[in-house]
């Protein structure tokens, strides 16, 4: 495939998967043009949606964020792994099932939300149901112990199986990097010897899932991220038009796997059309 240097903004699109850290903003600073570009996408009768992985934070936590940095946003347009990953398990056990967790509040409202029972590992009873949970799902969480850690193993050993809301590795912090939740799920990996499944990108079972809430077929959507390795290889695989901007990762020109976008630009501001 040749690649655009600028992108086709062909339609009729209805959905536009919106990356968020690197895409819309940096840290706690705004990408500039993203806000007008998502007033933009709302005037051409396109539905933006907030697409993170990020699984530690609720729908209200990242509409609230994205509102101050000037961008409109509502909650039930946010789309989180953690929701993904909740209605994935949902369907497999059923609702109403209990499921061990490690996560934050992002996570155990998704669980709630999907009519499922979550088990906090933060809870040391929680190490009195082994055996007796569905499913068990991991999600971010910067204030997790050994002890929870270790509670959490011996609930993926006595299933065989567990979830993984998304397997970023690394978390950027300021001018650092902190273990991601991808570092998370590989200890416990190693711990059991079991892989996890992932729902969130590169999974085509995030796009998949996005499509579905919000009625959209592939065809009718466009995917807009930073990261070659998790938006640009989420959309390719699901069939979606992906467009990488330069504004996030530091390594967001090199080639990070077999996927390349559709189209690249330098960021949203050039999409103002």
């Not at 997790?144 to 809301?165: D, I, K, M």
């Not at 070659?228 to 990070?256: F, H, K, S």
Request: glycine residues 10%.
């Amino acid at each position: 495939m040749t690649m655009q240097t600028a992108p086709v903004w062909r339609g009729p699109w209805r959905l536009a998967l919106l990356d968020l850290d690197g895409t819309l903003y940096r840290g706690d600073q705004v990408i500039p043009g993203a806000p007008a570009f998502v007033a933009r996408l709302r005037a051409q009768g396109i539905q933006p949606v907030f697409f993170t992985n990020n699984a530690s934070k609720t729908p209200q936590q990242v509409a609230h964020k994205l509102v101050a940095l000037g961008i409109e946003a509502s909650a039930d347009e946010v789309c989180t792994s953690a929701q993904a990953a909740a209605a994935w398990i949902r369907d497999e056990v059923g609702p109403g099932a209990r499921v061990a967790f490690v996560g934050m509040d992002g996570l155990a409202c998704a669980l709630a939300e999907a009519g499922l029972a979550g088990v906090p590992m933060r809870d040391p009873a929680s190490a009195e149901a082994v055996g007796r949970c569905a499913a068990a799902v991991m999600g971010l969480d910067t204030r997790v112990t050994y002890q929870e850690l270790a509670r959490f193993c011996r609930h993926v050993s006595a299933l065989g199986r567990f979830v993984l809301t998304n397997a970023d590795p690394r978390l950027p912090v300021e001018d650092a990097f902190h273990p991601g939740n991808g570092a998370l799920g590989a200890l416990v990996t190693t711990t059991t010897g079991i892989e996890p499944v992932v729902i969130g990108k590169p999974s085509v079972r995030f796009v998949e899932f996005a499509l579905r809430r919000f009625g959209a077929r592939p065809e009718e959507a466009v995917i807009i991220g930073d990261n070659l390795a998790t938006d640009i290889a989420a959309g390719r695989q699901a069939g979606v038009y992906a467009i990488q901007v330069l504004t996030g990762v530091p390594d967001a020109r090199d080639d990070q796997g077999v996927w390349t976008p559709d189209a690249r630009v330098a960021s949203v501001a050039d999409l103002l059309l």
